[in-house]
């Protein structure tokens, strides 16, 4: 059974810096591409940052410079360090797991998220 595990969202005030975790079990995670995406209340779900199997990363615009995709293969574990939070960054963050072969999506998981709310 595969489980995508989030942790360490929570409140914080602007320009602060927070960590989320994601724990995966039940894949060949050094093989997945790991990323983190979030949803703000009425708006659609946007990709945060990737991080493929070889560590080449990715990011969104409004993130870059101020977030960090991480990954530790041994702990089956991905982290998204967060820095210089804005109230815009508040959101649902969930964690993905992609495995894809010759451009094929092999399986795509997803974690339940974790809250990440910014006050100003």
């Known amino acids: 059974q595969v489980q995508l595990v989030e942790s360490g969202g929570g409140l914080v005030q602007a320009g602060g810096s927070l960590r989320l975790s994601c724990a995966a079990s039940g894949i060949i995670f050094s093989m997945n591409t790991m990323g983190w995406y979030r949803q703000a209340p009425g708006k659609q779900r946007d990709l945060v940052a990737t991080i493929t199997s070889g560590g080449t990363t990715n990011y969104a615009d409004s993130v870059k410079g101020r977030f960090t995709i991480s990954r530790d293969n041994a702990k089956n574990t991905v982290y998204l360090q967060m820095s210089s939070l804005k109230p815009e960054d508040t959101a649902v963050y969930s964690c993905?797991?992609?495995?894809?072969?010759?451009?094929?999506?092999?399986?795509?998981?997803w974690g339940q998220g974790t809250q990440v709310t910014v006050s100003s």
């Open positions: 993905n797991a992609k495995h894809e072969f010759w451009g094929a999506t092999i399986s795509d998981y």
